[in-house]
């Protein structure tokens, strides 16, 4: 574990002005096997300073579902919520509803569908990682070769085990997170998940190169009753993202920094000019208030 602490470019006040109840549904925080630019405790202090309401934590190795026992300063009247989570790649048991019920118990506010591990992540990037990942020297001691994950079997229906993972989601209004599933991978997890009245559904940054979905198609999901997750993923396009808010529509969209990378500087700076640069393509101050608090509050039920 790795944190290369970067600082915050502005003043409080600053933050303060933009973010004031903001809720960041997707930051990558230590302690990670991947180096990160804070820790969960330090975003907590920082956070609190510059207005947010909470922040939902993503690891795509471990589950972040009980950090908040241990976030010094959780229990301080004015403190941001936490909300944690956990990805179901192979150190999680893959699709494991065992992992799924654990982190339930432990409060998780989100599942998230295979990342980094998912088949088409590794048909898109060849590897189980991202590029820009700085591992660890003495991160892996031993080769294990990638075990892609899809959620379909080869007759090209969804395998058991996800319907499993479902059926444990059930009844908790816990998000399902379709994470860095194909979009035929998650028209079949969203149909399993209506017939089980899993409803809770977002989709993970529809603009990433792994998941990088048209407008009509993104429009189509809306329909399906799920929400857009946009994301100020590495290179992002702020044009892109704001003519597919326009088209889809603020009321089914949430925007998050997806930041925590080192190289991406300091998690609140990353929000802060992601928010600007969507504000830059013309989206009203009112439609970002509806994609960074009352969306997310729809969503984590608070």
């Known amino acids: 574990m790795s944190v290369n602490v970067v600082p915050l470019k ?3 006040s600053d933050y303060r002005r933009k973010l004031s109840g903001a809720i960041d549904m997707q930051i990558h925080l230590a302690p990670d096997i991947v180096q990160r630019s804070s820790s969960e405790s330090l975003f907590a202090k920082l956070a609190a300073q510059s207005g947010y309401f909470g922040w939902l934590s993503k690891c795509h190795h471990l589950t972040t579902a ?12 004015d403190a941001p919520r936490f909300f944690g989570s956990v ?22 506010s989100e599942v998230w569908m295979p990342t980094l591990d998912a088949q ?5 990037f060849g590897q189980a990682t991202l590029p820009t990942f700085q591992q660890l020297d003495n991160q892996k001691t031993v080769a ?17 085990e996800a319907v499993q993972v479902i059926e444990t989601m059930k009844g908790s209004e816990t998000i399902l997170g379709t994470g860095h599933l194909s979009l035929k ?6 149909a399993c998940a209506k017939e089980r009245n899993v409803t809770n559904i977002l989709i993970t940054h529809p603009e990433f190169r792994a998941t990088n979905f048209s407008k009509e198609e993104q429009k189509k999901l809306s329909e399906d009753g799920a929400y857009l997750e946009h994301c100020a993923t590495t290179n992002y396009d702020p044009k892109l993202i704001a003519e597919n808010i326009r088209f889809v529509g603020a009321s089914r969209c949430i925007l998050s920094s997806d930041s925590g990378q080192a190289q991406k500087g300091n998690p609140i700076d990353c929000f802060y000019e992601f928010i ?14 509806k994609m960074i608090i009352d969306n997310p509050k729809k969503l984590l039920r608070v």
């Open 66 to 77: 009980g950090r908040q026992l241990i976030i010094s300063d959780s229990k301080s009247g």
């Open 10 to 12: 502005r003043d409080f």
């Open 144 to 160: 294990i070769p990638m075990r892609p994950i899809s959620v379909l079997n080869q007759s090209g229906d969804l395998k058991e």
């Open 120 to 124: 088409n992540h590794i048909d898109h």
């Open 276 to 289: 600007s640069a969507i504000e830059g393509e013309g989206i009203s101050s009112s439609d970002i208030q």
């Open 87 to 108: 990805a179901l790649n192979n150190s999680m048991g893959a699709l494991n509803p065992y992992a799924v019920e654990v982190a339930l118990k432990l409060g998780a």
């Open 185 to 190: 991978e998650i028209k079949y997890v969203i």
